[in-house]
């Protein structure tokens, strides 16, 4: 499914085939598979390249396991610079998403589980202090692509993973009978589907007035990854009354 979306990414947006294969530096017939993959450079689909650069993130830490116990924090702040300085391409185009699975790595060899970490009494100062850096960042940085610009990002990731996890820890509460297993088709709908409503949703708050560079912004971004979840579960409720055959090219499964 992968595959066939980044080929047809080729003749969305109004380009030909040969301009949507020149805006991804290919010039030779054998240089598509290395844009589908993502080889060296990004892969086409975005979904894709998010899956690769776990692929790839996967793989480090699980070289580094050993290591964690003695040398986590070490190896945690050589990997801050890297992802603040952007050190990590072609290997990884997306540093924080290495940063933040050691991170989960080095909290896993402290014996700190994720069920503690989605209580309130932690999750809720740490969002507050990142959303106060995003404030104070986001005024210095103008944008820009610049070391600042990287803290804002931090900051901003961290704020929307702790809402993800209060968002989490109050499902649970919810949906006490719940199997978390149960939980893995309307995730796997969300991430199919993020991309696309986050275009949508963007289109419907920016005609409503609300300004990129306000406060209210960031308060929408980092409400968004919860926001998705909502839509990833209505879109599974509705995958899931389809016939079998349009279910396994939706999401992959039936059932």
């Given at each position: 499914m992968f595959l066939l979306l980044s080929v047809a990414t080729f003749t969305l947006g109004g380009e030909s085939l040969r301009q949507a294969v020149g805006s991804f530096g290919i010039d030779r017939i054998w240089e598509i598979p290395l844009a589908l993959i993502g080889i060296d450079r990004q892969p086409i689909y975005t979904p894709l390249?998010?899956?690769?650069d776990l692929?790839?993130?996967?793989l480090i830490?699980?070289?580094?396991?050993?290591m964690i116990p003695r040398y986590g924090l070490a190896i945690f702040a050589v990997m801050l610079g890297l992802a603040l300085f952007q050190l990590t391409e072609p290997l990884i185009f997306?540093?924080?998403?290495?940063?933040f699975l050691f991170s989960g790595a080095l909290f896993a060899s402290r014996g700190v589980r994720l069920s503690e970490m989605c209580q309130p009494r932690y999750?809720?100062?740490?969002c507050a202090a990142a959303v106060a850096g995003l404030f104070l960042v986001s005024g210095l940085s103008n944008g820009h692509l610049s070391v600042l610009a990287q803290v804002e990002n931090l900051f901003l990731r961290i704020a929307m993973i702790g809402f993800v996890l209060l968002f989490t820890a109050a499902l649970v509460r919810a949906l006490p009978n719940a199997k978390p297993a149960a939980m893995r088709s309307p995730i796997f709908v969300t991430y199919l589907s993020h991309g696309i409503m986050i275009a949508?949703?963007?289109?419907?708050v920016r005609a409503a007035g609300l300004d990129p560079l306000s406060s209210e912004w960031i308060l929408y971004y980092v409400a968004l990854?919860?926001?998705?979840?909502?839509f990833g579960l209505l879109f599974d409720l509705t995958i899931r009354r389809m016939p079998d055959i349009l279910q396994m090219v939706l999401r992959g499964q039936t059932g």
């Open positions: 390249g998010f899956l690769r692929f790839v993130s996967i830490v699980h070289m580094l396991m050993r997306r540093p924080t998403i290495l940063l999750v809720l100062p740490v949508v949703l963007t289109k419907i990854p919860a926001i998705l979840i909502g």
